[in-house]
């Protein structure tokens, strides 16, 4: 029996697009499966478009006059929902979890960390999200194979091996705290011999300043945008810098050692573990500038991303 499902995240410059993109990827497999899928997001970019892009019913958000409540109530007069999904970081009260399960909804969160997911009936956690599971009332499911990752993470590729070392800069899908140009200045005194591959949004508000500090490189930089498959993309990295988020299990996943900067006490919290297991070394957004001291030396020791279950889990648990 075919579901509607309605996933609630967003995806701007100040969160980031890490909630939109995870989203999709469970929003296409259900898809595939022939339930209907409708987004509630805000109406900003690059999270909006991204979602538009892949041709899915949106109900945009105006956070400026909105009350959670009044909203899933009129949203539930008109619409027979059947899943709701979120992955939001925006105060969705405990209480609209509890009025759509009086209203037979199957809740689930995706890495929250925000109290609805307490009362939620299903949560899915990354191995990192230190979390009381006392303190919930549905199952928690937790561990790598619950991390959503893009499809094209679980083809098999061949490593590409350059003769000079290709070093990614990403800073996460917007940027958030524009370091994308400070990374490339410390790089930039540093003597080894590699290439620089840069990938940030076409709307960056550094764009042209980039560009014009890779027309004065002694280097080879390349800048990319809107890169449709990630995992043949990063086949030609080296070693990355990237900031804290799914790029951690995308780098991971294709075996690619990488340093980590985290912008906020959370990711630095996050990154503990990875950091223990010897995957990456991590750098807060104020003290990158010395993360280059490991640039050469760093062994990462990879393990294998299983490919998770979630899309199987939620279904089974609506029969």
């Known amino acids: 029996m075919h579901k509607t499902i309605l996933i609630r995240c967003d995806g701007y410059k100040e969160i980031g697009l890490g909630h939109v993109v995870r989203c999709l990827v469970l929003a296409k497999q259900l898809r595939d499966l022939g339930h209907k899928i409708i987004f509630a997001t805000q109406n900003k970019n690059p999270g909006f478009g991204k979602i538009q892009h892949e041709n899915f019913e949106i109900i945009p958000i105006n956070k400026s006059d909105f009350s959670y409540q009044l909203w899933i109530e009129d949203l539930l007069s008109h619409l027979s929902i059947d899943i709701f999904i979120g992955d939001v970081r925006d105060g969705l009260p405990i209480e609209v979890i509890e009025y759509m399960k009086k209203n037979q909804i199957l809740t689930v969160a995706i890495d929250e960390p925000s109290d ?8 899915f956690y990354p191995p990192h999200a230190d979390i009381d599971t006392s303190a919930y009332q549905g199952k928690i499911y937790q561990g790598f194979e619950y991390v959503l990752l893009r499809e094209e993470f679980y083809k098999p590729f061949t490593k590409t091996k350059n003769e000079i070392p290709n070093v990614l800069v990403m800073m996460g899908g917007t940027d958030a ?4 140009l400070p990374v490339l200045k410390v790089l930039e005194t540093n003597q080894q011999i590699f290439t620089i591959s840069v ?15 890779i027309n004065k490189s002694h280097r080879k930089i390349q800048i990319f945008s809107n890169i449709d498959d990630m995992s043949m993309f990063l086949n030609s990295i080296d070693f990355g810098i990237i900031t804290f988020g799914m790029s951690v299990y995308e780098m991971q996943a294709i075996k ?3 340093i980590t900067i985290c912008l906020d006490e959370d990711h630095w919290l996050s990154c503990e573990l990875f950091e223990k297991n010897n ?17 050469k030396s760093l062994n990462v020791n990879t393990r294998s991303i299983q490919k998770h279950n979630i899309m199987r889990k939620i279904l089974d648990a609506n029969i």
Not at 177 to 180: A, E
Request: aromatic fraction near 20%; proline fraction near 6%; hydrophobic fraction near 40%.
């Open 116 to 123: 609805y997911a307490k009362a939620c009936d299903i949560c």
């Open 177 to 180: 705290y524009n370091l994308t």
């Open 199 to 213: 990938v940030i949004q076409p709307s960056h508000p550094d764009k042209d300043a980039i560009k014009a500090f």
């Open 256 to 258: 690619i050692p990488f």
């Open 279 to 295: 995957l990456t070394k991590r750098y807060s957004k104020e003290n990158f500038e010395i993360f280059f001291s490991d640039f």
